[in-house]
């Protein structure tokens, strides 16, 4: 079983649309979570960190459910420049490394 | 204002022949890390240095080494490249150990070639 686990996708929806990506851990001391966004053959970087209690910037809102060790991302009234390749990356409390999953591509239709 | 600076973006070579990719930056990190990227799967880390500290990931091949003169470089060799080394290597940065949510700085990337 992956460390990581996301949906690949890819997701294709108009623009203005409401989509949703889950990603599932599968190490129980992970401690900190994040979503990465990775554009066409560039690098990764970073769009937000995820918190305990659920967090949003902007159109984005990032929640965490320790119990189901699944994290989700939402984009509301999605835009064109949306569209990225979206990374789930968590890492243990102390640990040295991020893991990150395989991520999920998502196009956003005019 | 590039912070985290990898050259040469793009990189051809030969099966067997040996080749360097370089990383700077300018952030005065203490860690520098570099992963292998390859289409459509996820970064996978090779290794990392804190300081002067080498950490390599108990997968990755003795294929791949690194060093680390200084602070701002941060060198990976691969020694004998083969068809399935083709990707995209990317170079990171993080101030300290991921404490809390210390993020990761990328650098764009250099994508090798093995013909």
């Known amino acids: 079983r992956k460390e990581v686990e996301q949906d690949p996708g890819p997701f294709n929806v108009p623009e203005g649309a409401t989509v949703a990506f889950n990603c599932t851990y599968s190490?129980?001391?992970?401690?900190?979570f994040f979503w990465y966004r990775q554009d066409c053959r560039k690098e990764p970087k970073l769009l937000m960190s995820?918190?305990?209690s659920g967090n949003e910037d902007g159109r984005f809102t990032a929640q965490l459910n320790r119990a189901s060790q699944y994290i989700s991302l939402l984009i509301r009234d999605s835009k064109l420049s949306d569209s990225a390749t979206y990374l789930c990356?968590?890492?243990?409390?102390?640990?040295?490394?991020?893991?990150f999953g395989q991520g999920t591509r998502l196009t956003i239709n005019p | 204002d590039a912070m985290v600076i990898q050259n040469p973006r793009y990189q051809v070579t030969q099966f067997g022949k040996p080749v360097t990719l370089s990383c700077s930056q300018t952030?005065?990190?203490?860690?520098m890390y570099w992963y292998q990227q390859k289409s459509s799967q996820a970064p996978k880390l090779l290794f990392h240095?804190?300081?002067?500290?080498?950490?390599n990931e108990a997968d990755t091949p003795d294929n791949f080494q690194s060093r680390r003169p200084n602070t701002s470089f941060c060198f990976l060799d691969i020694r004998s490249p083969g068809l399935g080394d083709a990707a995209m290597y990317l170079c990171?940065?993080?101030?300290?150990?991921?404490?809390?949510?210390?993020?990761?700085?990328f650098g764009p990337g250099t994508r090798l070639t093995v013909l």
């Open positions: 990171a940065t993080s101030r300290d150990y991921l404490a809390g949510n210390n993020e990761q700085f």
């Open positions: 990356v968590v890492n243990e409390a102390g640990a040295q490394k991020l893991v």
């Open positions: 240095y804190y300081d002067k500290d080498f950490n």
């Open positions: 190490n129980s001391a992970s401690q900190s």
């Open positions: 952030l005065n990190h203490n860690v």
């Open positions: 995820v918190y305990s």
